[in-house]
Nanobody, 129 residues
């Protein structure tokens, strides 16, 4: 069983930055592709960013391209989401997700929620105008 624990959320003003972290339990973090999703009040959960298990491939939803950066540190079993130039539309609960990924797909990333095997509890990000 894998446990994912997000941290780093908070209340910020428009234009500010935040860095979210997601710490994973277990010794096989490097065998998993990772992703970040978010859910705003009254809306469905949406994809934000993904990174392959190798860390060589990343992908972003259009609304965060150029502002958010996903990265991973396999030595620390942690994936990060650096968020810059935040705006009120980024307000949501942010969730970390992990997918067991074979080595043959080490450069693959995944953008659909159903493709992930494990989820964290989420961390709230609120951006005031």
């Amino acid at each position: 069983q894998v446990q994912l624990v997000e941290s780093g959320g908070g209340l910020v003003q428009a234009g500010d930055s935040l860095r979210l972290s997601c710490a994973a339990s277990g010794r096989t973090f490097s065998n998993r592709a990772m992703g970040w999703f978010r859910q705003a009040p009254g809306k469905e959960r949406e994809f934000v960013a993904a990174i392959s298990r190798s860390g060589t491939s990343t992908y972003y939803t259009d609304s965060v391209k150029g502002r958010f950066t996903i990265s991973r540190d396999n030595a620390k079993n942690t994936v990060y989401l650096e968020m810059n130039s935040l705006n009120p539309e980024d307000t949501a609960i942010y969730y970390c997700a992990a997918r067991n990924t074979p080595s043959s797909s080490s450069s693959s990333y995944y953008t659909r929620a159903y493709q992930y095997d494990y989820w964290g509890q989420g961390t709230q990000v609120t951006v005031s105008s």
